[in-house]
């Protein structure tokens, strides 16, 4: 199948052509992102493969299906980028790779946890300047803290496992509880009752209308003093203007973030001769108790081998008539 492919930077092509061998599928790379601005690349293409900052509203698939576009092949597991309904009206179906590597995102999150637990990049910067004191180092043991989980299907679940090694207390928060948690000891509690009694709180739900701003000033408000607030999910969970008011009054002590709200003009790209017009953002950066990575937290090559593969797996059964098994509906 013809597929341009979006949003592609060197590692996307390198993983995708090389899973390509067993699929012969033709593959169009384009850097930019889809917006109204690049549709036009678009033009004449059965089929789409797009990625988490890619535009999916109803104008952009409208234009899509004028073009000729029946098939979006997501290379993530998240589809809040996509208005499903509209597409389901203009016939275009859509696929996504529900699961590539639960591990690399729950690992990272895990990463983000230790760094801020004891200060690991404030004390890089230190050591590489001679600087060799431990004021301001002081860190907090793990073992023993308790960890608000907020959604425990896949990586939830990882986070749990790895956190009940450390010997974390686990509470957790989801519509649909986890068996495999639930043995673990992790007690499932309801929002209210999880708030204030984490040490440190993780979010692993999806963006949704529920979820959107799930953390914002009231949730905040519920939260203990200095409370470690992780996001490895969607940016919109968190409402980053209130994450600031609680990194200035103290009530978030530590912040840990590889997704954020405004992350689609920011992330994947360097800037870093930019003037970057985001002042939220940059507010977040002042702070010495917080740590952004730009979307990474799926980086492994397990995670890249695993989404070119599936990825080109579905379009292969779109392209048959079979069905797909990981269409979105
Ligand atoms: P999953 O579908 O396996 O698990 C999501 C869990 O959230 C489910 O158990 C579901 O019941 C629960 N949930 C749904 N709505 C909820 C709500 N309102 N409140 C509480 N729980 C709710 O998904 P997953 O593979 O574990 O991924 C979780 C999220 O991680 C994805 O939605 C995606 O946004 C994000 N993600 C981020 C990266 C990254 O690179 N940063 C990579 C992959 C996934």
Known sequence: MRVAV????????????????????????????LTSSTIILAAGFPAVCL???????????????????RLIALRCAGFNQIDLQTAKELGITVVR????????????????????????HRAYQRVREDNFSLEGLLGFDLYGKTVGIIGTGKIGAIIANI?????????AY???????????????????????????????????????HLIDAQALGMMKQGVMLINTSRGPLLNATAAIA????????????????????????DLSTAVIQDDVFQRLLTFP??????????????????IAETTLANIRDFAAGNGCVNEVV
């Open 51 to 69: 990625f988490v900052n890619d535009q999916g509203d109803g104008t952009i698939l409208k234009a899509l299906a004028e073009n000729g576009t």
């Open 6 to 33: 979006f949003s592609s930077k060197s590692y996307d092509q390198k993983f995708l052509e090389a899973a390509n061998r067993n699929y012969n599928h033709e593959l169009v790379f384009f850097e930019p992102r």
């Open 97 to 120: 790779v529900p699961a590539y590597s639960p591990y690399a995102v729950a690992e990272h999150a895990i990463g983000l946890i230790l760094t801020l637990n004891r200060h690991l």
């Open 246 to 269: 609680a990194l200035k009054s103290g009530k978030i002590g530590y912040l840990g973030l590889d997704v954020y709200e405004g992350e689609s003009n920011l992330f994947f790209e």
């Open 163 to 171: 956190l009940h090694g450390f010997g974390c207390k686990l509470l």
């Open 289 to 306: 108790n917080v740590v952004i990575t730009g979307h990474q937290a799926f980086f492994t090559d397990t995670a890249l081998e695993n």
């Open 174 to 212: 989801d519509l649909y509880p986890n068996p495999h948690c639930q043995e673990l000891g992790v007690k499932y509690v309801q929002l209210p009752e999880l708030y204030p009694a984490a040490d440190i709180i993780t979010l692993h739900c999806p963006l949704t209308p529920e979820t959107h």
